[in-house]
């Protein structure tokens, strides 16, 4: 095989259609653009959703839900997550230097959700946990400092 001679397999690609000569050539006349009008003319067409005036769908329809703009920087955290991070002390700089969390995150919440076997102690006001995040981190015998409290 040689790159100089790679071709489309046969039939997998169709001769361009040719429009605008004659009648016998299949697309005479119109050139398949139909009568008059905007999308009739060399460059008349209009924008995305453009219903002709008429107010579009997008505006029609009302607006649904919420985007809170807190949410980028907020990160809840699991126990099973908790366990990845080798360090002994977790503050939020451990769980960003882990990729636990985002690093635009500015605060993080422990949940419990899984299981911690080692014990961990939670720094800092950015890293609070929720009642039974804090009742399974002091039962495997880590603690939770000062500020780190939901």
Same mark, same amino acid.
């Given at each position: ?28 006349? !119109?050139? #398949? ?39 980028? !920087? ?19 700089? @451990? ?23 080692? @014990? ?5 006001? @950015?890293?609070?946990?929720?009642? #039974?995040?804090? @009742? ?5 015998? #880590? ?8």
């Amino acid at each position: 095989m040689r790159l100089n001679t790679l071709k489309p397999g046969p039939g997998s690609r169709r001769a361009r259609l040719r429009v605008g000569r004659g009648a016998s050539a299949g697309q005479g006349k !119109t050139c #398949g653009r139909g009568g008059k009008g905007q999308k009739a003319r060399k460059g008349g067409y209009h924008k995305v959703g453009f219903e002709g005036g008429q107010v579009p769908l997008q505006r029609r329809l009302p607006k649904v839900g919420f985007r809170s703009a807190l949410q980028p !920087t907020r990160a809840e955290v699991t126990l099973t997550d908790l366990a990845k991070v080798s360090a002994e002390v977790i503050d939020l700089a @451990a769980l960003k230097a882990a990729s636990v969390v985002p690093a635009r995150t500015a605060r993080a919440k422990v949940i419990l959700s899984g299981s911690i076997a080692r @014990a961990v102690t939670l720094r800092g006001p @950015a890293v609070v946990a929720t009642k #039974g995040a804090r @009742a399974a981190i002091e039962q495997a015998g #880590g603690r939770i400092e000062e500020g780190a409290s939901a």
